[in-house]
């Protein structure tokens, strides 16, 4: 049995200890803030899986997702999925304190389930007349909806001239994201040549793809544009007032008519079609998953992504450029997860004929040191028919190390099937 001494004295030394326990802790903290930025983890869960976890505006991954070195203090986290109204709250995260957020994702409108998952309105540019003199164009602006009509935002919309003559700050193509309110314009949109023009506008998001094309004319003189206004007025076409009451369905922008009006009287003159001199635009989408084998575990990565190509077809051959920009989304598997990340090419030359055409390319760039090297390879065969390419796309990743005691390379590949209008 323990004496009153004897426990008193215990619970002294006990007591005593914890001031010196607290000063020892207090200093691994300040060595921890001094050395490094504390973190902490963080799992993000939803009903139903599969949404998107957007950290501070940055895509994470999606759900179920593990973060494991999210760093300490307030963040912002949304949690998206198409179909579904938005989960967004602020999380604070603590250095060696886990968390979990669990969203349930509210359906608003669940009989519409069998509607299109993602569409896409135009507001502005369909059927605009521009201007090359005068230096006006009405520069294509869409949005992005989900089948329950509200907006999405971070996808990703990927405007190429089809047919015609423009360019978006002297590329073809352009990609961007749309924002809060699920809208992205094409930005350093300028026609280069006379002629009907028909922009291709796709939208990609959570392995979900819409399609749209924009039809527009571009004249050299602002007298050329009252023509054409003139004859659609006779015959019941587009107007100022149908264009504002369409909700920016087409028609000229108003800058647009204010210079027709005042070159009006000057006459008309015929209007010189051209079609872009042959070259076409193909675009299409892929999805799917690339297993990393490492040397002691394998990592499954989902990749998405975008392959456009840039074709001119003369005397049976078959000549142009190809562009991937892609995205790794999320890596699960025994390994370390993957971080997001992208990858991609650009001014490939692709030749062969309509019954064989076909590319190679590859890109190598340095990882978080420059010892590490990682390298994407690609190969595409296809054949040309009408208005589309069918083919494959095969894409290989290799992350390899430098040095005298280097690890074997990780590597993986992956084919997929692809379809480009």
Do not use: W
């Amino acid at each position: 049995m323990i004496s009153f001494s004897e426990l008193r004295t215990t619970v002294s030394v006990r007591l005593g200890a914890v001031p010196i326990l607290a000063l020892a802790l207090g200093a691994v903290a300040l060595r921890a803030v001094d050395g490094a930025a504390v973190a902490g983890s963080l799992l993000v869960e939803s009903e139903p899986p599969g949404a998107s976890v957007f950290v501070d505006g940055r895509l994470s991954g999606e759900t179920p997702l593990m973060l494991t070195t999210i760093p300490a203090g307030v963040h912002r986290v949304r949690v998206v999925r198409l179909g579904y109204l938005e989960n967004s709250r602020l999380v604070t995260i603590r250095a060696g304190v886990p968390v979990i957020l669990r969203a349930r994702l509210t359906d608003p409108a669940p009989q519409t389930a069998n509607a299109a998952a993602l569409r896409i309105v135009v507001l502005e540019g369909e059927g605009a007349v521009n201007i090359i003199q005068q230096k006006t164009a009405v520069a294509p602006v869409i949005q992005v909806r989900d089948r329950n009509d509200q907006p999405v935002s971070g996808a990703v919309v990927r405007f190429a001239i089809r047919n015609g003559r423009a360019t978006f700050s002297g590329a073809r193509s352009l990609s961007v994201a749309t924002d809060a309110a699920g809208r992205a314009a094409a930005t350093g949109f300028a026609p280069t040549g006379t002629g009907t023009l028909q922009i291709g506008a796709t939208a990609t998001f959570q392995g979900q793809t819409a399609a749209i094309t924009i039809a527009q004319t571009n004249v050299l003189t602002a007298a050329q544009a009252a023509g054409i206004t003139a004859g659609a007025g006779g015959t019941g076409g587009s107007s100022a007032g149908a264009t504002a009451g369409a909700g920016g369905g087409g028609g000229l922008s108003p800058t647009t008519l204010a210079v027709v009006g005042a070159a009006a009287v000057g006459g008309t003159l015929g209007v010189k079609q051209l079609t872009g001199g042959g070259e076409r635009t193909f675009e299409g989408q892929f999805s799917g998953t690339l297993p990393m084998v490492f040397p002691t575990c394998t990592r499954f990565e989902l990749q998405t992504g975008t392959l456009t190509l840039e074709l001119t077809e003369e005397n049976g051959a078959v000549n142009g450029q190809a562009k991937i920009d892609g995205n790794v989304t999320f890596g699960s598997g025994p390994c370390q997860p993957s971080p997001a990340d992208t990858f991609g090419i650009g001014n490939v030359p692709v030749s062969g004929t309509a019954s064989s055409v076909a590319f190679t390319g590859q890109f190598s760039n340095t990882g978080t040191s420059a010892s590490v090297i990682n390298t994407y390879a690609y190969v595409f065969a296809g054949t040309l028919s009408g208005d589309q390419v069918v083919g494959t796309l095969r894409v290989s990743r290799t992350i390899s190390t430098t040095g005298a005691n280097a690890p074997p390379p990780a590597t993986g590949s992956v084919t997929y099937n692809v379809t480009l209008r």
